[in-house]
């Protein structure tokens, strides 16, 4: 298995955010995360991406544990909650300075993301100007531009318009069959059911149930 849960616990004060979390996952394949707002989603996908540490449990990503042999996954792209991005920029110009980090990818690959999201007629216009769809399309664009091994979308369908949500969808699967795992949560279960490979259900900060669609 690529990425293992081992046992994870998460407290907040006096609250269990997550109770005993253990699953694997493995490249190739979509996992969905499946529950109500505030059930604990969004928390295991901060754990998993090193951006929070658990109270206690281990998460290993290709046989190294985060928080020891690692500070965060090698190579992840991550969008939870709301994108962030810087007003006065615009959306090429956002995410070049994202690229400039790694320096993995160039102008071409960004343009070529930003087709593929939907946002080449825009890519140039000022991020302060653009609609909550184009920020929600700019955050999926950073999160697959570099090709990462481990995409997490969170709620990636908000805001979208039917032709947008459709193409993300196809993106999801492209990304699968690139090889990446693919984590995603979103609000209506059928649409989870038809492009996952494997669903668990979180309510309270516990696994209740895990489904192998396929």
Known sequence: MYLEVEEINKKIGVDDVLSEISLSMEKGKI??????????KSMLMRVI??????????VIIDGEELGKELSFP??????IEKPGFLDAYSGFQNLSMLASIKKRIGGREIKETLKRVGLEE???KKYKKYSLGMKQKLGIAAVIMEQPDIVILDEPANALDE?????????????????????ISCHTAEVLE???????????????????CR
Not at 32 to 40: A, F, I
Request: aromatic fraction near 6%; charged fraction near 30%; glycine fraction near 14%.
């Open 31 to 40: 996992y969905g995360l499946q529950g109500k707002n505030g059930c604990g």
């Open 122 to 124: 825009v890519m140039h």
């Open 74 to 79: 090698e190579s992840v792209g991550v969008f």
């Open 163 to 183: 032709k947008s949500e459709g193409r993300l969808w196809q993106i999801v699967r492209e990304e699968k069959e690139r090889g990446a795992l693919v984590i």
């Open 49 to 58: 991406c090193g951006l929070v540490l658990p109270t206690s449990g281990r």
């Open 194 to 212: 038809e492009i996952s490979d494997e669903i668990f259900k979180i309510d309270q900060g516990r696994i209740t149930d895990h489904i192998v």
